[in-house]
């Protein structure tokens, strides 16, 4: 699986957006970026995924660039409770039974 | 909703000792895994489940750790003689083929 780079620790005001950058410049074309959450002490939590086009869902916006190597993952309107711990994976999807590899991710906190 | 669940939530235990983690995964998933993460560092993948075999394993996973899928809803991990470095929060996964892995809450092992 391609490596990710994210930033270690951002900081949002409540009710703001909070965008949260991820590098995957090495992804290949049939992998997928995954983001996972973890609030503290927690088990890690599905929030996205997607491949080329952007995705949203109920949680979040997933924005994709076109050459693939980077994408953003959008909370609109962060609340205290979206502070965690957000991990950028990428995978390919063909084979269910491959393993998330966990990098240190971005310390979201977000603040009144 | 339906959940992974985990029990004990928390488990403490003496070194040398066998422990047995338990989890019950989404009733209609097909793949099972176990992570863990020790107190401050990454999660880190144990091992994949699936058609009553494991599927990966890490360097982790050595012969000490073993899983089975005893009857139709348990999925267990269990550690033959514990040591202090096996101290660390477990997690149980699981998914059906759509690679969206669903995280149980955890159990906290101590070893002492």
């Known amino acids: 699986d391609a490596k990710t780079t994210q930033p270690p620790s951002m900081d949002c005001a409540e009710g703001r957006a909070a965008n949260l950058p991820c590098n995957h410049s090495?992804?290949?074309?049939?992998?997928?970026v995954y983001w996972y959450r973890q609030i503290h002490s927690q088990g890690p939590q599905y929030i996205i995924h997607g491949l080329k086009n952007n995705e949203t869902n109920e949680m979040a916006s997933l924005i994709i660039t076109e050459d693939r190597k980077s994408s953003t993952l959008i909370l609109p309107h962060a609340t205290l409770r979206d502070t965690a711990v957000y991990y950028c994976i990428v995978r390919a999807v063909n084979n269910a039974g491959n393993m998330l590899t966990f990098g240190g991710g971005t310390r979201l906190m977000v603040k009144p | 909703e339906p959940e992974v669940t985990q029990t004990p939530s928390h488990q403490v235990t003496q070194m040398g000792q066998e422990v047995i983690l338990r989890c019950v995964p989404i009733?209609?998933?097909?793949?099972f895994y176990w992570y863990r993460q020790i107190l401050g560092q990454k999660v880190e993948f144990l091992v994949s489940f699936y058609n009553n075999e494991i599927s990966e394993k890490s360097e982790i996973f050595d012969d000490q750790f073993s899983v089975e899928r005893p009857d139709g809803s348990n999925f267990t991990l269990k550690i033959r003689s514990t040591k202090l470095e096996d101290s660390a929060m477990y997690f149980c996964a699981s998914t059906t083929y759509n690679n969206e892995q669903f995280f149980g809450p955890g159990t906290r092992l101590t070893v002492l």
């Open positions: 090495t992804i290949s074309g049939n992998e997928y």
């Open positions: 009733s209609n998933h097909l793949y």
